[in-house]
């Protein structure tokens, strides 16, 4: 598969940035209430065994800019005797927006973005070794956001 810009687009496009980040989580044995208690083979509670993030971020004309990120969480044990788990899940996350200089000392930064923008369910906190299924939901729906940032440059 190859890519084709047409001269309009590379003269639209200043900079383009491709990010990728994976990372593996190992076990552990640990300490529980003071106890020692073993754990040897079990992933440690709380702790992802595998976490991966891609994005894109795209600069382009006119201060026009756009970033999206796709991130992957495996499930986890949220206790130590791993018999609750979350399930992994994909969230996929997109904001777009146009930064100005405005005069000589002002900047203006418009944007808009949307976060779940599938609507996964995950959990946004777990509390590791509490109650069983002791976890902090995330919204189920899609989040939007916009702002409006108005700067002074000394």
Not at 5 to 30: D, E, I, N
Not at 106 to 119: M, P, R, V, W
Request: proline letters at 5%.
């Amino acid at each position: 598969m190859s890519l084709r810009f047409s001269k309009l687009t590379l003269l639209f496009v200043l900079a383009a940035a491709v990010f990728v980040s994976v990372t593996p989580a190992q076990s552990s044995s640990g300490r529980l209430s003071g106890k020692v208690v073993d754990k040897d083979g079990n992933p440690v509670a709380g702790v992802a065994p595998w976490v991966a993030n891609i994005g894109v971020d795209i600069l382009a004309a006119a201060g026009i800019y756009a970033n999206v990120v796709w991130s992957y969480k495996d499930e986890m044990p949220i206790t130590s005797d791993n018999l609750f788990r979350t399930d992994s899940y994909n969230i996929l996350n997109a904001k777009v927006g146009i930064r100005r200089s405005i005069l000589k000392h002002f900047d203006l930064d418009a944007y808009f973005g949307c976060n779940n923008i599938s609507g996964t369910q995950y959990p946004l906190m777990v509390f590791v070794n509490q109650l069983p299924d002791a976890y902090l939901p995330a919204p189920l729906k899609a989040n939007y956001f916009g702002g409006l940032n108005f700067k002074y440059n000394f």
